[in-house]
């Protein structure tokens, strides 16, 4: 993965990870022009074809390494109060304890920019609740 990674960056080498992870691949040239150019782009499925060119890659599953990229967008978005706890859990699918000890134990998530549909979003509020200090009252 490091080495693919050397050629076409971190991101397209996870993509193609996830997509995938666990086959024995051969970069021919159709498969180059095809299935992985629409995957990764023109450029870094050429770059790949190249490089590999002849062989058969085993790609691994990269399940942690991918379960990790996908955990720091929504770990951010908790960090910068434009998600709860438990719409982080709901989202990630796990428990709200371990939701939880990432959020309180570890540093996952810091440093990461929320993507643009978690700072649009506002939260939902029921239009039955009365406004207890109204609009005039400062913090």
């Known amino acids: 993965m490091v080495e693919m990674a050397g050629h076409i960056g971190a991101y397209l080498t996870l993509v193609l990870i996830d997509r995938y992870g666990g086959q024995q691949l051969s970069f021919t040239q159709a498969f180059a022009d095809g299935p992985l150019a629409e995957l990764l782009g023109a450029e870094a499925a050429a770059t790949l074809r190249q490089v590999y060119r002849g062989e058969r890659v085993f790609l691994p599953t990269g399940r942690?390494?991918?379960?990790?990229?996908?955990?720091?967008?929504?770990?951010?978005?908790?960090?910068?109060?434009?998600?709860?706890?438990?719409?982080?859990?709901?989202?990630?699918?796990?428990?709200?304890?371990?939701?939880?000890?990432?959020?309180?134990?570890?540093?996952?998530?810091?440093?990461?920019?929320?993507?643009?549909?978690?700072?649009?979003?506002?939260?939902?509020?029921?239009?039955?609740?009365?406004?207890?200090?109204?609009?005039?009252?400062?913090?």
């Open 64 to 139: 942690r390494a991918i379960a990790y990229a996908k955990r720091q967008p929504i770990l951010a978005a908790v960090r910068a109060n434009l998600l709860t706890g438990q719409e982080a859990t709901r989202i990630l699918r796990t428990s709200r304890t371990y939701v939880s000890y990432l959020l309180h134990e570890t540093t996952e998530g810091t440093g990461v920019v929320p993507p643009p549909e978690f700072r649009a979003r506002r939260r939902a509020v029921d239009p039955r609740q009365i406004d207890m200090f109204g609009d005039d009252q400062q913090a």
